[in-house]
């Protein structure tokens, strides 16, 4: 009977438990610094951005949308509700000339050049 076999066979088994045991250690630290590491989703910061962005949009402008104001009064140019404008234009509309005089009379009004300023000491 011989134990030297044995006993290599026992080394080699230890070699190949510890070479497994290290390499499963660090795959298992490699797979915890990827958790660690990896940034959060682009896709999904910038969607919550974005949403945010719109949020504030809607809520800045939806009080400019539907509701009656003076946009230039010098010029007497009211602000109304977009559905009331929808409205209105679609009645003007009905007769396409009186709509395109209409459009023009409009638009001639609104990009007036200011009138200048009267100077002082003339």
């Given at each position: 009977?011989?134990s030297?076999p044995?006993?290599?066979k026992?080394?080699?088994c230890?070699?190949v438990?510890?070479?497994?045991g290290?390499?499963?250690?660090?795959?298992?630290?490699?797979?915890l610094?990827?958790?660690?590491t990896?940034?959060p989703?682009?896709?999904?910061s910038?969607?919550?951005?974005r949403?945010k962005?719109r949020?504030?949009?809607?809520?800045?402008?939806?009080?400019?949308?539907d509701s009656?104001a003076?946009?230039?009064?010098s010029?007497?140019?009211?602000?109304i509700?977009?559905?009331q404008?929808?409205?209105?234009?679609?009645q003007e509309?009905?007769?396409?000339e009186?709509?395109?005089?209409t459009?023009?009379?409009?638009?001639?009004?609104?990009?007036?050049p200011?009138?200048?300023?009267?100077?002082?000491y003339?």
């Open positions: 009977m011989n030297e044995c006993c290599k026992t080394g080699a230890a070699y438990l510890a070479s497994l290290t390499l499963l250690i660090v795959g298992w630290l490699v797979c610094m990827r958790s660690y990896q940034p989703s682009l896709a999904e910038r969607g919550v951005e949403r962005i949020d504030d949009f809607h809520g800045a402008n939806t009080p400019l949308l009656y003076w946009q230039d009064p010029k007497d140019i009211v602000r509700p977009v559905a404008a929808k409205a209105l234009i679609l509309w009905q007769d396409p009186k709509g395109w005089s459009l023009t009379n409009r638009a001639e009004k609104a990009f007036a200011a009138a200048a300023p009267k100077n002082q003339e």
